[in-house]
C-alpha cells in the first residue's frame, strides 16, 4: 500500500504568522484529502483534491495539488489560535476511497 | 441535523470479551468505513462497506468483524482475536457525488 509521508511533524508559530504542511506520496494519488483533528476527537473534513494543478481556499486555509498529484500542501495564512490541532493528509489509491493516511501534523499557535 | 453518531465515547472491557462499536449515520451515504488510530501513526483502514450487506476487509481486518444489514448503521465487532484492541476508533461515510468522506467522533476502547 502507498504511503504518505507528512512534513513537519509539529510545528509551533507565532498568532498572525503563515504556515505551511507539506504531504507526499510515492505513488500518483486519485484524490488527497485534508481533515483537521482535535485530540480525542473525530476528524474534521476540510478539503478534497483530485486533479492535478488544483487548488482549493476556505476562509484562511488553501490547499494544492502539485500536477503530478504526488504532492500536496497546506498553507494557512494569518494563523490564529483556533487554527491549532493536528492535520492529517489522506489519499485514496483505489478509487474506492479506502483512505491511506499520513501520520499528522501537530500545530500549536501561540500568542 | 445530518451527520455520523458513534457510541459510546469511551469504552473499557476486561481482556477476552467481544465488544460492538455503533455507527450511524443519517446522511443516505451508501459507503461506511472503520478505521484505527493508535498514538504516533495516522488512521488505518479496518473494514470498508460500498453498499448494504456487502463488506470488505481493509489493511488490518483480523480480530475484527462488521455487518451492514441497514444503509444507517455499521457496527463493528472487536473479538477477543484482537491482539491490540486499545486504540481510538473512528467510523466514517462517504457522499458518492462529491466524493467527501466525514468522520463520526470515534469511540476510545480500552482494555483491562
Known amino acids: 500500500s502507498q504511503e504518505l509521508e507528512q512534513s513537519p511533524q509539529s510545528l509551533i508559530v507565532q498568532e498572525g504568522k503563515n504556515l505551511t504542511i507539506n504531504c507526499t506520496s510515492s505513488?500518483?494519488?486519485?484524490?488527497l484529502y485534508w481533515y483537521k483533528q482535535k485530540y480525542g476527537e473525530g476528524l474534521i473534513f476540510l478539503m478534497m483534491?483530485?486533479?492535478?494543478?488544483e487548488e482549493k481556499s476556505h476562509e484562511k486555509i488553501t490547499a494544492k495539488l502539485d500536477e503530478k498529484k504526488q504532492q500536496s500542501s497546506l498553507h494557512i495564512t494569518a494563523s490564529q489560535p483556533s487554527h491549532a490541532g493536528i492535520y492529517l493528509c489522506?489519499?485514496?489509491?483505489?478509487?474506492?476511497?479506502?483512505?491511506?493516511f499520513g501520520t499528522g501534523t501537530r500545530l500549536l499557535v501561540s500568542p | 441535523d445530518g451527520g455520523i453518531t458513534q457510541s459510546p465515547k469511551y469504552l473499557f472491557r476486561k481482556e477476552g470479551q467481544n465488544v460492538t462499536l455503533s455507527c450511524e449515520q443519517n446522511?443516505?451515504?451508501?459507503?461506511m468505513y472503520w478505521y484505527r488510530q493508535d498514538p504516533g501513526q495516522g488512521l488505518r483502514l479496518i473494514y470498508y462497506s460500498q453498499i448494504v450487506n456487502d463488506f470488505q476487509k481493509g489493511d488490518i481486518a483480523e480480530g475484527y468483524s462488521v455487518s451492514r444489514e441497514k444503509k444507517e448503521s455499521f457496527p463493528l465487532t472487536v473479538t477477543s482475536a484482537q491482539k491490540n484492541p486499545t486504540a481510538f476508533y473512528l467510523c466514517?461515510?462517504?457522499?458518492?457525488?462529491?466524493?467527501?468522506?466525514?468522520f463520526g467522533p470515534g469511540t476510545r476502547l480500552t482494555v483491562l
Open positions: 489522506g489519499a485514496d489509491e483505489t478509487g474506492f476511497q479506502k483512505l491511506v
Open positions: 483534491l483530485q486533479k492535478g494543478g
Open positions: 466514517a461515510s462517504r457522499d458518492t457525488f462529491y466524493n467527501e468522506q466525514f
Open positions: 505513488k500518483t494519488l486519485y484524490g
Open positions: 446522511l443516505n451515504h451508501d459507503a
